[in-house]
């Protein structure tokens, strides 16, 4: 089985995305995950295994990067394991909201 994120409808965002312009270091960003309101993740992207310079660097050789594009970069090393004991699984109609 392939691991990959390339699914029908996966990575929804908006209702609007920030420019870099108004996001002066994007490596101190906190990122907080709510699943029907319960905090699940509390990280920070300056936890990032892959440094956000490093991950558009290596994008970028393989690939062409134009405006608007998104990159996503996983998660912070202190998120929730695939392989950890408190592992929940998302349900139909639950509510997933990421806050930067």
């Known amino acids: 089985m392939e691991w990959n994120k390339r699914f029908d409808a996966f990575g929804s965002y908006g209702p609007w995305l920030t420019s870099s312009d108004d ?11 709510k699943i029907d309101r319960e905090i699940r993740q509390d990280p920070s992207t300056e936890n990032l295994i892959l440094k956000i310079d490093k991950n558009i660097y290596n994008h970028s050789n393989n690939n062409t990067l134009e405006p608007i594009q998104i990159i996503f970069t996983g998660n912070p090393s202190e998120s929730t394991s695939y392989f950890s004991s408190d592992l929940k699984y998302l349900k139909h109609h639950n509510v997933v909201e990421v806050e930067f």
């Not at 002066?24 to 907080?32: F, H």
């Open 23 to 33: 996001i002066p270091d994007p490596c101190g960003l906190d990122i907080t995950t």
